[in-house]
């Protein structure tokens, strides 16, 4: 019985170790909750730092490994790959269905590829983890401007500004979407 006592033991050493390694990992909660306070009342130039904390919670999944996968998505896509950057990010969202990140990435990278029903699918999958996804609210009123949906494209980019009154290019897009809806030209 000593031995396998011994492999009981080593191995809820591992998992307890894993597992306190990672909690640090994951996005903190209540600093995103402090964050988001903190973006309602900011002026423009604070919220841009407290928008890129946010990012940066958002950004950890909790597994280096998945990280990894996030960066080589992002990567691709900032070199212009999209095809490489749907398969990395596609093997995120397999392993890492709860990440919310991964399902906001890749939906971005198929916007890029011109593919807006999984893009739309995937900020669908985005928000059913995270509500206050301000990004992936914005990606949504991108894609239903350019589908037409004027009135559609304006009430999602309210909802993105209640979040982050300050998100950068959505204020200018319900100015402009909103004198459009009245009928007056820019």
Known sequence: MKPLQRLLNNTVAAILAVFLLNTGAFADDAKLADLFDRLKSADAGAAGRIEREIWTEWSKSGSPAMDLLLQRGRDAMAAGNTAEAIEHLTALVDHAPDFAE????RATAYY???LF????????????????????????GAIMEELGQTERALDVYRAAL??????????EAVKRLEAQVAGTDL
């Open 102 to 105: 991964g399902w906001n990435t």
């Open 112 to 114: 890029s590829a011109g």
């Open 117 to 140: 029903g999984p893009s739309v699918a995937d900020i669908a999958e985005t928000l059913n983890r995270n509500p206050r996804h301000f990004g992936a609210l914005a990606g949504l």
């Open 162 to 171: 209640a979040i982050h009154p300050h998100l950068q290019g959505v204020t």
